[in-house]
């Protein structure tokens, strides 16, 4: 089975903090995406990476960015962390011949 | 761009009840089509996907057909159950790029 572990599955930060939220999956995936997602809104895209340091800013990149050193890890940073970045965050890969994606169990941030 | 919409919820259905969730997607190119859950507390799953017209997708009791005259690809299944409350998400997808999705749609059976 493919496994998509995400680091935290809560999180509470203060504002103005880095946060990291770390992301891992083990089936050698050449895709890896995160998302943030809201009630009304869905998911949105904020930033995606198709190989090692690649990334791709997404739908709404703004006030976050990636790292992605090693295939399996794809980190999302919140370089000052900001109340109205609270929400649930997931993250999933997809192998480079596919098009399924397979997501983790999200974090859910609240930052106060 | 790329878009999907799909009806907005919540839905709330009475066990054994029949279901749509209906979802149209822009006919840019030649999308592969998805139908993905996400259970209370956890992540998203695929459910079901079609990759060309016509095609019908199907998993533990729920289909969708790739409608290509329509642009449609609506979740259906005859007898729901308690356990299928969930958030659904229609999504797409073509080229190099990343799935498209829908906002979702809450599902809610009661017994």
């Known amino acids: 089975d493919v496994k998509v572990t995400q680091s935290s599955r809560y999180l509470v930060k203060r504002t103005g903090e880095k946060v990291f939220l770390e992301c891992v999956q083990d089936?050698?995936?050449?895709?890896m995406f995160w998302y943030r997602q809201d009630p009304g809104l869905g998911l949105r895209l904020i930033y995606f990476?198709?190989?090692?340091?690649?990334?791709e800013k997404g739908d709404i990149p703004e006030g976050y960015s990636v790292s992605r050193e090693k295939k399996e890890r794809f980190s999302l940073i919140l370089e000052s962390a900001s109340t109205n970045q609270t929400s649930m965050y997931l993250c999933?890969?997809?192998?480079?011949?596919?098009?399924?994606?397979?997501f983790g169990p999200g974090t859910r941030l609240t930052v106060t | 761009g790329d878009s999907v919409t799909q009806m907005e919820g919540p839905v709330t259905l009475s066990e054994e009840a029949f279901l749509t969730i209906n979802c149209t997607y822009t006919?840019?190119?030649?999308?592969?089509l998805f139908w993905y859950v996400q259970y209370p507390g956890e992540g998203l799953q695929l459910l079901l996907k079609?990759?060309?017209?016509?095609d019908k997708g199907s998993n533990k009791g729920f289909e969708a057909t790739y409608r290509k005259e329509t642009t449609s690809f609506h979740l259906e299944k005859g007898s729901v159950q308690v356990s299928d409350s969930a958030v659904y998400f229609c999504?797409?997808?073509?080229?190099?790029?990343?799935?498209?999705f829908g906002k979702g749609t809450r599902l809610s059976v009661i017994a």
């Open positions: 089936m050698d995936h050449e895709n």
């Open positions: 079609a990759t060309k017209a016509d």
């Open positions: 999933a890969s997809r192998p480079g011949h596919t098009y399924e994606q397979y």
């Open positions: 006919a840019t190119g030649y999308p592969s």
């Open positions: 990476s198709y190989d090692v340091k690649m990334k």
């Open positions: 999504a797409r997808h073509s080229g190099n790029t990343p799935l498209v």
